[in-house]
């Protein structure tokens, strides 16, 4: 299926209601894109985790390393504030 919309100057597309429908986003919605080529390739993420692999980092946590890292911010940072 094909359908031609536009780039607002802010870089911004509206998606037809018939590819929203198709690939059940109902709201709010992060994306992956990349270029492929002379294309340009959306695809649509519906939560955080199924983001996983996207960010590049040199960083690698654990689990146990990110629940102590919650745990400590959300302890310590509101007595800095």
């Keep these: 299926m094909e359908k031609i919309v536009s780039i607002t100057k802010q ?9 929203l429908a198709d690939f059940k986003i109902l709201g709010a919605t992060k994306a992956l ?3 492929f080529g002379d294309s340009i390739i959306v695809e649509p993420k519906h939560d955080f985790w199924s983001l996983s ?4 980092s040199r960083v690698s946590l654990t689990d146990k390393d990110l629940k102590k890292a919650r745990k400590s911010f959300t302890q310590d940072w509101p007595r800095k504030v």
């Design 53 to 56: 692999g996207v960010l590049k």
């Design 11 to 19: 870089g911004q597309l509206t998606i037809p209601k018939s590819f």
């Design 33 to 35: 894109i990349r270029k």
